[in-house]
């Protein structure tokens, strides 16, 4: 089993930034890759970044290039996702979740509590 905590959300005007962490805790987190995942009322849940287990590999959706970053420390078991030029679509629950594959189809193994983000105009 692993255990997520995931911390650092807010309300935040558009163009601000937020640090959004996530701490593990049980197995060995360095044997999981990593992802933060994101949903808005009324939408599917959407991946939002993820990170291999070495964080040789990363990956982000089109919408959010260029303004969040995605990193990980295995000796501290954390999971950071850096986002900065919020805007209001960026509103939503954000979610934390570890699994063995990097980028897997099918819903990562281990989930957070999630943490709100709320960006207003």
């Known amino acids: 089993q692993v255990q997520l905590v995931e911390s650092g959300g807010g309300l935040v005007q558009a163009g601000g930034s937020l640090r959004l962490s996530c701490a593990a805790s049980?197995?060995?987190?360095?044997?999981?890759?990593a992802g933060w995942f994101r949903q808005a009322p009324g939408k599917e849940r959407e991946t939002v970044a993820a990170?291999?287990?070495?964080?040789?590999?990363?990956y982000y959706r089109d919408s959010v290039k260029g303004r969040f970053t995605i990193s990980r420390d295995n000796a501290k078991n954390t999971v950071v996702l850096q986002m900065n030029s919020l805007k209001t679509e960026d509103t939503a629950i954000y979610y934390c979740?570890?699994?063995?594959?990097?980028?897997?189809?099918?819903?990562?193994?281990?989930w957070g509590q999630g943490t709100q983000v709320t960006v207003s105009s």
């Open positions: 979740a570890a699994d063995r594959t990097f980028l897997k189809a099918s819903p990562y193994d281990y």
């Open positions: 049980g197995r060995t987190f360095s044997d999981y890759a």
């Open positions: 990170i291999s287990w070495s964080g040789n590999r990363t």
